[in-house]
């Protein structure tokens, strides 16, 4: 418990909490908690020594910046894993170590292990935000490439459309291309095509009165029975019925 605000505890987590802030533990009825409880005072470590280190605020030294500037809080979860988890548990240590044995110098070992402690924790927090930043650009990525596709497919939905020449053109595997259009659009590319071609059908039947095998042509189906049949399931009736209810053409022109 932490100011107000609860969280699930799990082996690896990591706060940092400021002199005054409330927080308590609450643990199940049979349950253990093992903490490695690191209390220290805001003076161990000097700014203009962090300074001479490099260390400014300007970079993503997070939970360094409070040093720097005591009136900067940083709080957040951090939960470590594997090699991380054990070279944080390794400094830790290595300062109790220090601390319990009192050897000349224990002083300064222990600013300089906090000092990488810190240092560690925010440049781990640095690639967890990272991550999650990559994945939003990612993202991003893949909705431009998704429109630049789509705006390709209705430039030249006439033309004889295939999954290796999107994939030469745009740069990209056939697998990926299904699976972006599928994740994104919840559609494979053909689906987008029929689709694409079925809106321009329709507007070709109700602004005219060319035949429907010519319609069925002009975007990008040479059998007009498959047009049919593909318009007949996405309308639910049939290219010449479309056109009788929308009011326009010549029942003479219907095929």
Do not use: W
């Given at each position: 418990?932490?100011?107000?605000?609860?969280?699930?505890?799990?082996?690896?987590?990591?706060?940092?909490?400021?002199?005054?802030?409330?927080?308590?533990?609450?643990?199940?009825?049979?349950?253990?908690?093992?903490?490695?409880?690191?209390?220290?005072?805001?003076?161990?470590?000097?700014?203009?020594?962090?300074?001479?280190?490099?260390?400014s605020q300007s970079m993503?030294?997070?939970?360094?910046?409070?040093f720097l500037d005591k009136?900067?809080?940083?709080?957040?979860?951090?939960?470590?894993?594997?090699?991380?988890?054990?070279?944080?548990?390794?400094?830790?240590?290595?300062?109790?170590?220090?601390?319990?044995?009192?050897?000349?110098?224990?002083?300064?070992?222990?600013?300089?292990?906090?000092?990488?402690?810190?240092?560690?924790?925010?440049?781990?927090?640095?690639?967890?935000?990272?991550?999650?930043?990559?994945?939003?650009?990612?993202?991003?990525?893949?909705?431009?490439?998704?429109?630049?596709?789509?705006?390709?497919?209705?430039?030249?939905?006439?033309?004889?459309?295939?999954?290796?020449?999107?994939?030469?053109?745009?740069?990209?595997?056939?697998?990926?291309?299904?699976?972006?259009?599928?994740?994104?659009?919840?559609?494979?590319?053909?689906?987008?095509?029929h689709q694409i071609r079925?809106?321009?059908?329709?507007?070709?039947?109700?602004?005219?009165?060319?035949?429907?095998?010519?319609?069925?042509?002009?975007?990008?189906?040479?059998?007009?029975?498959?047009?049919?049949?593909?318009?007949?399931?996405?309308?639910?009736?049939?290219?010449?019925?479309?056109?009788?209810?929308?009011?326009?053409?010549?029942?003479?022109?219907?095929?």
């Open positions: 418990m932490f100011e107000g605000n609860e969280y699930e505890i799990r082996s690896g987590d990591v706060f940092i909490i400021n002199p005054g802030e409330v927080h308590t533990y609450k643990i199940k009825p049979g349950k253990e908690l093992e903490i490695i409880n690191c209390l220290f005072m805001s003076d161990l470590i000097q700014g203009n020594m962090l300074l001479e280190l490099g260390i993503d030294y997070f939970y360094v910046h409070p009136r900067e809080r940083f709080h957040s979860q951090l939960n470590l894993r594997g090699q991380e988890a054990a070279h944080v548990l390794f400094l830790l240590e290595a300062m109790m170590n220090e601390y319990d044995n009192r050897r000349r110098g224990c002083e300064t070992l222990i600013r300089l292990q906090m000092v990488e402690l810190l240092v560690l924790l925010s440049r781990y927090y640095s690639q967890r935000d990272g991550q999650a930043v990559r994945g939003a650009v990612r993202s991003n990525e893949r909705r431009l490439l998704i429109r630049r596709i789509c705006g390709y497919l209705e430039r030249y939905y006439d033309k004889k459309l295939s999954i290796p020449d999107l994939c030469k053109l745009f740069n990209i595997s056939s697998r990926q291309l299904n699976r972006i259009f599928k994740e994104e659009l919840n559609m494979t590319v053909f689906d987008m095509i079925i809106e321009r059908a329709k507007h070709l039947l109700a602004e005219t009165e060319e035949k429907v095998i010519v319609i069925a042509g002009k975007v990008g189906y040479e059998d007009p029975a498959f047009f049919s049949r593909l318009f007949q399931r996405s309308l639910g009736c049939s290219p010449g019925k479309y056109r009788v209810a929308s009011g326009s053409g010549k029942a003479g022109a219907v095929r």
